[in-house]
Nanobody, 122 residues
Framework: QVQLVESGGGSVQAGGSLTLSCAAS????????MAWYRQAPQNPREFLAR????????YAPTVKGRFTISGDNAAKNTVYLRMNSLKPDDTGVYYC???????????????WGQGTQVTVSS
């Protein structure tokens, strides 16, 4: 089994910062990429950032320059999202997603975290 556990959400004022983390555990063989998504009330889940196994990153235009994704793939199977200059529009539930292959599988599959709430007040 694979489990993703997120932490670091909370409430912050506009202009503030937060760092989210998501740690994967279980029978993990390889991780292809780790990503963060966000879902605001009454909106679809949207992509924010991704880091692939080569270390390459990409970001949604709405967060580029403010958010930074980083990973600790080698040891802790953990992905971080450092969020600076937060705005009220950044409010939502933040989810991590891993594309990984279990030791029992031939092909990778997607796994999601449980979500963590981030609230930015003006």
């Amino acid at each position: 089994q694979v489990q993703l556990v997120e932490s670091g959400g909370g409430s912050v004022q506009a202009g503030g910062s937060l760092t989210l983390s998501c740690a994967a555990s279980g029978d993990i063989a390889t991780i292809k990429f780790m990503a963060w998504y966000r879902q605001a009330p009454q909106n679809p889940r949207e992509f924010l950032a991704r880091i692939i196994d080569t270390g390459e990153t990409d970001y949604a235009p709405t967060v580029k320059g403010r958010f930074t994704i980083s990973g600790d793939n080698a040891a802790k199977n953990t992905v971080y999202l450092r969020m600076n200059s937060l705005k009220p529009d950044d409010t939502g539930v933040y989810y991590c997603k891993f594309l990984l292959r279990r030791t029992t599988d031939w092909a990778p599959s997607e796994y999601w975290g449980q979500g963590t709430q981030v609230t930015v007040s003006s």
